[in-house]
Each structure stands twice: as structure tokens, then as C-alpha cells.
Nanobody
Framework: QVHLVESGGGLVQPGGSLRLSCAAS????????VNWYRQAPGKERELVAS???????NYADSVKGRFTISRDNAKNMVYLRMNSLKIEDTAVYYC?????????WGQGTQVTVSS
């Protein structure tokens, strides 16, 4: 079983940066693709970034060039570095591991971008 705990959220000004962390427990974490999702009030949950077992990455168009997903398998950690933050990036951010059959989710961490 994989358990995920997100951290690193908080309040930041527009143009600022944050790094979110996802700490994982369980066997064979390194073989699973991991995603960051976010959900803003009144909106559907959206996929922000993905990283597979070979460290290949993909990003939503809205965050390309600003966000970077990475993983450190030795530490069972996945990160989301967020630069040039915008007010519209405000959301709860969730870590997701693609372990069959349903995947695993963390509890979420709040990111608020406000002046």
C-alpha cells in the first residue's frame, strides 16, 4: 500500500515561488507514475503535472514554463516547484500515485496566491 502526504503549501504573493513536497511510503514507489492535481473553489480537479518511472514529465498548458515536477526515489519524494505564481494558481494541490487498481491520493495542501 502507498500512503502520500503533501506539504509545502501556504500564502505567497503573485510572482513568488513555492515548492510542494509529496512524501510516499510503501513498496516499489519508484515504479509508479506520480501526478500533481489541483482543485480551485467551484472548479473541477485538473491535472497539473506528471512524472513517470523514467522521470519523463508532462505539464498542463497553463503551467508550462513555470512549474517543474521532479522525484527523488532514494527519499521516496516527489516535488512540484512553482515559479511565477499567479492568482489563478490558487487551489488545493494533491499528489497522486498511479498504483493499480485505483491509485493513491494524499490529503492535499493549500496554495493561496494573493497580494
Amino acid at each position: 500500500q502507498v500512503h502520500l502526504v503533501e506539504s509545502g503549501g501556504g500564502l505567497v504573493q503573485p510572482g513568488g515561488s513555492l515548492r510542494l513536497s509529496c512524501a510516499a511510503s510503501g513498496r516499489a514507489f519508484s515504479i509508479y507514475a506520480v501526478n500533481w492535481y489541483r482543485q480551485a473553489p467551484g472548479k473541477e480537479r485538473e491535472l497539473v503535472a506528471s512524472i513517470d518511472s523514467g522521470a519523463s514529465t508532462n505539464y498542463a498548458d497553463s503551467v508550462k514554463g513555470r512549474f517543474t515536477i521532479s522525484r527523488d526515489n532514494a527519499k521516496n519524494m516527489v516535488y512540484l516547484r512553482m515559479n511565477s505564481l499567479k492568482i489563478e494558481d490558487t487551489a488545493v494541490y494533491y499528489c497522486n500515485a498511479e498504483r493499480p487498481p485505483l491509485g493513491y491520493w494524499g490529503q492535499g495542501t493549500q496554495v493561496t496566491v494573493s497580494s
